[in-house]
Nanobody, 122 residues
């Protein structure tokens, strides 16, 4: 059974930081690229970041480049998203899913966790 569990979201002020975690089970985690996606009310889901299975490639959407950092710890079956200099426009539910390094803006398979809410507001 494939399972993805996102955590780490919360309410922060503009300019603040959060670190999200995605812990996976039910598949060979270290063989897959994993990405972060987000969806705000009334908006399409967008790809935020993607990291290759061996940690050698990372992708960032233009709106988060320079502010967010993706990393992974294959021994823990976990991918992280460090979010710094947060803006109100970052407010969304954040999900993790498999991605492909050659198509990093889309999920490779439709397996999703429950998501974690990130709210950036003063």
């Amino acid at each position: 059974q494939v399972q993805l569990v996102e955590s780490g979201g919360g309410l922060v002020q503009p300019g603040g930081s959060l670190r999200l975690s995605c812990t996976a089970s039910g598949f060979t985690f270290h063989n897959y690229a994993i990405g972060w996606f987000r969806q705000a009310p009334g908006k399409e889901r967008e790809g935020v970041s993607c990291i290759s299975s061996n940690n050698g490639f990372t992708y960032y959407g233009d709106s988060v480049k320079g502010r967010f950092t993706i990393s992974r710890d294959n021994a823990k079956n976990t991918v992280y998203l460090q979010m710094d200099s947060l803006k109100p426009e970052d407010t969304a539910v954040y999900y993790c899913a498999t991605c492909r390094v050659y198509q990093p803006k889309r999920a490779a398979y439709d397996y999703w966790g429950q998501g974690t809410q990130v709210t950036v507001s003063s």
